[in-house]
C-alpha cells in the first residue's frame, strides 16, 4: 500500500496522522490497513462526543424534543447541524458510501486491537458558538443570509468534488463558500481546531499513537505537535464574552424607545397614543409576516403579533421563541419529518413542508423580522417626538 502517513516522533512518542477524505472506500480501507500494521496504543479520531454518537446512532433526530430545542436557544445550532448532515447525504448518496466511513473503521479497529479510543475534535456546538460570538450584529445577519442561501445550492457533486474532499473535512467543505467571505469562520473552523486536536493527539495515552484526520488538518496538527508549543484546551472550549456594546445597544434602545414615548406624551397625548400605535404595527405586523413567510400556523402568526411589540422592548425575549413553541404545539413534529430532515433541507418546498424545519424557520424568520419593526418603529416614533416638540 502507498502510504499517505505523517508519522512523527516527540517526548517519547511516535504520532502518526493519516489523512483522509470522510466520504471515501479507500480512505476507510488505508484506516483499516494502517492501524493492523501499527497496532497503536491509542487512537485518534476527528469526532466530538455529539457527532461520536450521531455516527454510532443515526436516529437520534428522532428523539430530538424541539421544544426543548426552542427553550435552551439552539435553534441555530440545529439548523446548523442539519446543514451540515444534508451535505454529508448528499456526497454519500452521490458517491454510494456512508459518510463517515473512515472514522467507523477507527472505532472499530479501537475494539479490535484493544486500544484506547480517542475523541480528539472539540465539540461543534463550541466551535459554531465561537464563530457566532466573533461577529458583530451585521456581520451575523450576513453569515445567517449566506448560510441560508447555501442551502438551496443544487450544484451536482461530481468526481473531482470528492477529490477535493482531500483537502478538507466535512464540516469546512459544507461552509467553503461561507467561509471564503468571512475570514473568521476559516480561523475557527481550521485553525482553532488544528490547535485543539493537535493538544488532544499529544496528550494522548501510549506510546504509539495514531490519529485519523481530514487530509487539511494535518500539516497544521503535525506543525503545532512538532512545535512544542501545544494549545490550552480550556482556553479554545470557552466562548469569547459578550461585547459590553451588544448590552448596551439591547438594553439602550428599548430604554430610549420608552423614555421618548414617555416625552411625547409628556407633550401631546393624542401623539403619545400615535407612537404606541405604530410601535405595535410596525413589530406586530413585520414579525408576523416573517413567521407567515415560514409558513408558520395562523396561531402562531397570532402569537408573533401580539409577541413582538412586548419582547422587543426586553432582549432577554424574542417573539420567534414564542411562535415557534406555539408552532411546535399546534404541528407536532412527526418521526417522518426527523427522518427526512437532510433530504427536506435541500428545498424551501421541502423546509417549508418538513414540520422540524418550518418551526426552526418560525423561530429565526419571526425574530429577523421583529427586529427589522424595532428599527423601523424606532425611527418612526423618533420622527413623532420631533414633529411633536419642534412643532
Not at 459518510?99 to 477507527?106: C, D, T
Not at 469546512?172 to 469562520?185: I, T
Not at 413567510?293 to 402568526?301: C, E, Y
Not at 423546509?351 to 427586529?371: D, E, G, H, P, Q
Request: overall charge negative; charged content about 20%.
Amino acid at each position: 500500500m502507498d502510504k499517505q502517513w505523517t508519522t512523527l516522533r516527540t517526548q517519547g512518542k511516535e504520532i502518526t496522522l493519516i489523512g483522509t477524505a470522510h466520504v471515501s472506500k479507500v480512505s476507510a480501507q488505508e484506516v483499516k490497513e494502517a492501524l493492523e500494521e501499527i497496532h497503536p496504543d491509542s487512537i485518534c479520531i476527528e469526532l466530538d462526543e455529539d457527532r461520536y454518537q450521531s455516527l454510532l446512532h443515526p436516529g437520534q433526530w428522532e428523539q430530538t424534543d424541539i421544544v426543548q430545542v426552542i427553550k435552551q436557544k439552539k435553534t441555530g445550532f440545529l439548523l446548523a447541524n442539519i446543514i451540515l448532515s444534508s451535505y454529508q447525504k448528499k456526497i454519500a448518496k452521490k458517491m454510494d458510501i456512508s459518510a463517515g466511513a473512515e472514522m467507523l473503521q477507527g472505532i472499530q479497529s479501537a475494539k479490535e486491537l484493544n486500544a484506547e479510543l480517542v475523541l480528539a475534535d472539540r465539540r461543534i456546538q463550541t466551535t459554531f458558538s465561537r464563530i457566532w460570538r466573533k461577529h458583530s450584529f451585521w456581520q451575523k445577519c450576513k453569515l445567517l443570509t449566506s448560510i441560508i442561501f447555501s442551502l438551496f445550492d443544487d450544484e451536482d457533486i461530481t468526481e473531482a468534488d470528492l477529490e477535493q474532499l482531500k483537502q478538507s473535512d466535512m464540516l469546512e467543505s459544507a461552509l467553503k463558500e461561507v467561509g471564503d467571505s468571512f475570514p473568521v469562520v476559516a480561523e475557527v473552523l481550521i485553525h482553532e481546531r488544528d490547535q485543539y486536536l493537535a493538544a488532544k493527539i499529544a496528550q494522548a495515552q501510549g506510546p504509539k499513537i495514531v490519529a485519523v484526520l481530514g487530509a487539511a488538518h494535518v500539516p497544521g496538527v503535525a506543525s503545532q505537535i512538532e512545535s512544542g508549543n501545544l494549545a490550552d484546551l480550556k482556553e479554545l472550549d470557552s466562548l469569547p464574552p459578550k461585547s459590553i456594546w451588544g448590552k448596551v445597544i439591547g438594553w439602550g434602545i428599548p430604554i430610549a424607545i420608552i423614555v421618548v414615548i414617555v416625552a411625547t406624551f409628556l407633550n401631546s397625548h393624542s401623539a403619545g397614543w400615535e407612537q404606541i400605535q405604530s410601535w405595535i404595527l410596525w413589530n406586530g405586523t413585520l414579525s408576523a409576516l416573517g413567521t407567515l413567510l415560514a409558513g408558520g400556523h395562523v396561531l402562531s402568526i397570532l402569537t408573533a403579533f401580539i409577541a413582538a411589540p412586548i419582547t422587543s422592548l426586553n432582549p432577554l425575549l424574542a417573539a420567534g421563541w414564542f411562535a415557534g413553541l406555539v408552532e411546535a404545539s399546534v404541528r407536532k413534529p412527526k418521526v417522518r419529518d426527523f427522518e427526512k430532515l437532510t433530504e427536506d433541507v435541500n428545498s424551501v418546498k421541502g423546509m417549508w413542508k418538513n414540520r422540524v424545519t418550518r418551526i426552526l424557520l418560525v423561530v429565526i424568520l419571526a425574530n429577523v423580522f421583529s427586529s427589522l419593526g424595532t428599527f423601523i418603529g424606532g425611527t418612526d416614533i423618533i420622527k413623532t417626538f420631533l414633529e411633536t416638540v419642534f412643532r
